[in-house]
């Protein structure tokens, strides 16, 4: 991992529990973390921060994950920034629910950090495969 340039992960999660476990984490990896509690501010942040990538819980107060994701990729500044949906919902019309509403990736809670850091890697590097299948070696 390349460490001169450390990217920075956007964690818009309304859990605390959930939001240190993350977060640290995260740090561990080498990614630089800033945080937002509800949907309105990640937006906000989303602009201000300019993150390399965008965790978004999907059951977030004051705006949901799919509505602040709208606002994120409606906006030229913010459009192009990754966003992967966190939900506890692994209901078959989740991924699409959160697809539609403009997330590049889907992970269901409990997060599984092995599969979710590949998800970032993928998103972070562009090698990213579709099908959601295994990513080949890079």
């Known amino acids: 991992m390349v460490r001169e340039h450390m990217q920075k992960i ?3 999660e309304d859990n605390e529990m959930n939001r240190d476990m993350l977060s640290r984490r995260l740090t561990r990896k080498g990614f630089e973390i800033a945080i937002a ?3 309105e501010r990640g937006v ?3 602009k201000s921060e300019s993150p390399s990538l965008i965790l978004m819980d999907i059951s977030l107060p004051v705006m949901d994950g799919y ?3 709208r606002q994120i990729k409606a906006d030229p500044t913010t459009r192009s ?10 209901m078959s019309g989740d991924r ?4 539609q509403a403009g997330c ?3 992970e269901t809670k409990p997060v599984d950090l092995p599969r979710l850091l590949e998800k ?8 990213r495969d579709d099908s959601l299948e295994e990513p080949a070696d890079t």
């Open 10 to 12: 956007l964690l818009i």
């Open 104 to 106: 590049d990736e889907y």
């Open 67 to 69: 509505e602040a994701t």
């Open 96 to 99: 699409e629910k959160c697809l």
């Open 37 to 39: 509690e509800d949907g």
């Open 44 to 46: 906000e942040m989303a």
């Open 81 to 90: 920034i990754p966003v992967i949906a966190l939900t506890a919902h692994a």
């Open 120 to 127: 970032i890697r993928g998103l972070l590097t562009g090698d």
